[in-house]
């Protein structure tokens, strides 16, 4: 019987040595990681930056960027060669500003007409890219004073274009009256327009005011 006190007894002492200890475990706080909040201090302007450099740039800016390089011409200017006037039917119109020119109407000395060259660039997405670059030039006498048009020549162009285009001579008779909404129409209007931006396209021997009361028939 005083065996099993003894056991009893020194069970029970065990039992309470070790029961501070796993009280203490219990009631210690796990620690707490310590986790620093970055900041982005970035300004917002470089976020849309970076979005807008992400953007693909579609079949049009890729044609006008092409323009400009092909030119020497950094994208960030604003003075180019091949003005853009609009697209239509997949296809880029872009004004020869630098043959632009104004000329006498042939067997007549008081009236000028405006001789021009159009570049047409494809930007159809679908169609795969070659180089050199494929594109068509067209030649129009534009004549403000009657507002009418004349078609001289289109060539089919790669790379550099020859200097030997044929064209169909100059008539009285191939002046064609402008239909609204045609694509004479349209190059006629846009050329104009552009031709007014640029004081090195005017008739050099007249003013302003001259040409707008040649075009518009009405006296300043």
Known sequence: MFKWQGLAVGSFLALCLCMPLTVQ??????????????????????????????????????AMEREQQANGQSTDKKKVRYVYLFEDNGFAYFLDSQNAHWKNIPYSESEEILDVWIK???????????????????HYYLRPKTKQIQFLSELEVSGRPDNTAKER????????????????DEIYTRVLKEVKKGDNLWPKH?????????WFRVSL
């Open 169 to 184: 001579p100059y008539s009285v008779r191939n002046w064609e009256n402008l239909v609204s909404g045609s694509l004479e």
């Open 120 to 138: 047409l660039v494809k930007v159809d997405s679908d169609e795969e890219y070659s180089y050199p670059q494929k594109y068509f030039l067209e």
């Open 206 to 214: 007249k003013s302003v005011r001259d040409v707008l009361e040649d």
């Open 25 to 62: 475990a219990a009631e210690e706080p796990e620690e707490i990681k310590s986790t620093e909040i970055s900041s982005d201090t970035s300004h917002a302007d470089d976020w849309f930056n970076k979005q807008e450099d992400s953007v693909e740039k579609g079949p049009l800016s890729k």
